[in-house]
């Protein structure tokens, strides 16, 4: 397992990352040039400041594009990482995270390309997880998270954590392997120079269902996935809105991916799969992009 980690990534997952790591630098350094550039007074924000489903959840509601009532967010979520094995199989993992938020735009600016050129969020944060491997498949995650986001859009700033676990099973059937995944986590944020601050708390579980269909592309076979997931937030969270707070309650997924030796974990950032999901439930309807495992 440790030989197959520490497999320098090859280049198709590394075009890919480096095109996405791309444009979030991209975005980031627009942010920046243009709170530089532009007077205060000039900016005029998309969203009201107490309205925005809180930025700093960016990491832990995944990259994505999002609707709540006429709302739309965009949500694209870099997991930098670095592993360390040892022989026992634990596996100890720093977390880099960034994300970046794009913030109202509509159905006609996505269909004519005219997607925001700067960053209406930015999130960072650093953190680490460990994981134990048992005999009989199962794994165990606890991570934690500290970090800083702060909005383009209101000026705001603010700290943001978060603590949870995530537990895996894999077993085979139809002589395939597949997951049955868990993820039980709280986030929560406080405001830099407001008196506010906030928490969400959820609960995920789902399958991931390899499928009886592969294709190749040269050397590399892909496989095939399928999965579905549920989640229910214990503590509610509160999505973007103009004029009323809409906390969701619960939501569901579905969606396909695709796996390869050709997209393998690398020591930064772990590609090990790419798909597209459905996400939808209590008034949130998102379009999901899924790098990684979607649960």
């Not at 959840?57 to 999002?66: E, Q, T």
């Not at 997924?253 to 050709?262: D, R």
Request: aromatic residues 14%; proline residues 5%; hydrophobic residues 40%.
């Amino acid at each position: 397992m440790a030989a197959n980690i520490k497999n320098s990534l090859p280049p198709l997952g590394k075009l890919f990352a480096l095109q996405t790591a791309s444009l979030c630098l991209t975005l980031c350094s627009n942010c920046a040039t243009a709170a530089r550039d532009e007077p205060a007074t000039d900016v005029q924000p998309r969203m009201d400041a107490k309205s925005e489903a809180h930025y700093s959840y960016a990491f832990y509601l995944g990259s994505g594009i999002y609707q709540v009532n006429d709302q739309k967010a965009a949500i694209f979520n870099i997991p930098f990482t670095h592993m360390f094995v040892n022989d026992d199989e634990e596996i100890f993992t720093l977390r880099f995270p960034l994300s970046i938020g794009l913030f109202g735009f509509d159905k006609d600016s996505i269909k004519d390309l005219d997607i925001p050129s700067r960053a209406d969020t930015v999130s960072l944060a650093l953190g680490a997880e460990k994981t134990w491997i048992s005999d009989n498949d199962w794994t165990l995650t606890p991570y934690a998270d500290a970090g800083y986001t702060w909005s383009d859009t209101t000026d705001q700033k603010a700290l943001l954590y978060s603590i949870g676990a995530r537990l895996n099973k894999h077993f085979v059937a139809f002589e395939r392997m597949h997951l049955w995944g868990n993820r039980l986590f709280m986030a929560g944020h406080k405001d830099l120079g407001l008196d506010t601050q906030g928490s969400f708390a959820a609960w995920e579980t789902g399958i991931d269902w390899e499928l009886p269909w592969h294709f190749n592309i040269g050397p590399a076979q892909f496989n095939t996935h399928a999965y579905g997931a549920a989640y229910w937030y214990l503590i509610p969270v509160k999505f973007f809105g103009r004029e009323e707070e809409e906390k969701v309650k619960y939501s569901v997924e579905a969606g396909l991916s695709v796996s390869s030796p050709l997209l393998s974990n690398d020591l930064w950032i772990p590609i090990d799969r790419l798909g597209l999901g459905v996400r939808a439930g209590d008034g949130i309807y998102a379009l999901k992009f899924v790098m990684g495992m979607p649960f």
